[in-house]
């Protein structure tokens, strides 16, 4: 979606605000000039608020959450509420909602499209618009199956019914369903992405050599759950990091995919203290490590939370969720208990 097309369709949000709000900040409520909520993923509470009509401090639809530093405009509420990705879904469903005509269509080139070159960031861009919302998919059942059932904030998660697997290059290509996780920089740019391929059967990892493979440009990028602020949590894998979100749902998170990427993470200008999500191996203690340092040398305060066993998904599984939910509270700042800690059930 071109700059200005976004600037256009946050204008004609921003002159609905109140009635943007009651759609998609439901659990909030009016408080003068302003519509207060939780967060921008529709948490019941009061730390957000949206300017509801223009004023000298600003124009209608710009939020701040005061609880994290969070900023925005109402296309940045509906992509967060609905779990969108793509600027084109966030559109859409922008549209939809203003009861817009869909955007004339492109002229049609020419040239057949390209073939995007392998494992680039256009051909994993490529892959995530093919893919489709996980819900419903075997993604969830897989990601239920390692209890992970709490799915708010994964709009970077998709699922491919029919993903190219190929061992090599001499070995024929296979197709697998498989979880397809977006990559993204700091200002939410596509560079890459990351496929675990699926097996139907068992809901578990396909049966094959390396289910688990990433392409594009990862160094200083991750997958991300909820956008930064001045609080984050950074581990490396999928289930690692989501298995953390089970008891701290509210919490900004990424994941980095490898050790080596995790030591390498780019921070937002807005962080403040970072949970280095370790794993239990060699390799973690060199990122968390690594981590520390880099943190503490621009100011940011780096606390390192680590597993009972060999990572989050598998004390999440071993332990159960109100064991584990202890165990995650005594490793976490008591203002962000307060924060981002989900009570028990």
Known sequence: MARHDASDLAHSLGRLAEVVCRHYLSSGHR??????????????????????????????????????????????????????????????????????????????????????????????????????????????????????????????????????????????????????????????????????????????????????????????NAVRFGLGGEVMAAGEGIETVLSLRQVLPDMPMLAALSAAHLAAILFPDTLRRLYIVRDNDPAGDGARDSLIERANAVGIDAIVISPALGDFNEDLCALGIEHFRQKSRMQIAPQDVARFMALAA
């Open 31 to 220: 408080e003068g000039r302003y519509w207060l909520v939780g967060d921008v993923r529709n948490t019941p509470g009061r730390s957000m608020y949206v300017r509801l009509k223009d004023s000298p401090k600003g124009v209608a639809g710009k939020w701040t959450d005061a609880a994290t530093g969070e900023h925005g405009d109402l296309l940045d509420v509906i992509r967060e509420s609905c779990g969108l990705i793509d600027f084109k879904d966030v559109a859409d469903e922008a549209r939809t909602f203003l009861s817009m005509p869909p955007p004339e269509p492109e002229p049609r080139c020419q040239e057949p499209l390209r073939p995007a070159p392998s494992g680039s960031p256009e051909a994993a861009r490529r892959l995530i618009g093919m893919s489709q919302p996980i819900s419903g998919t075997i993604v969830q059942a897989y990601l239920r199956e390692r209890g992970i059932t709490d799915l708010r904030g994964t709009g970077s998660l998709r699922f491919h019914p029919r993903c190219y697997y190929r061992p090599d290059e001499h070995a024929p290509t296979e197709t697998w369903p498989a979880m397809i996780a977006a990559v993204t920089d700091l200002d939410g740019k596509i560079t890459g992405a990351h496929r675990t391929w699926l097996d139907p059967r068992s809901r578990n990892k396909a049966p094959i050599d390396t289910p688990r493979r990433a392409m594009g440009d990862l160094l200083g």
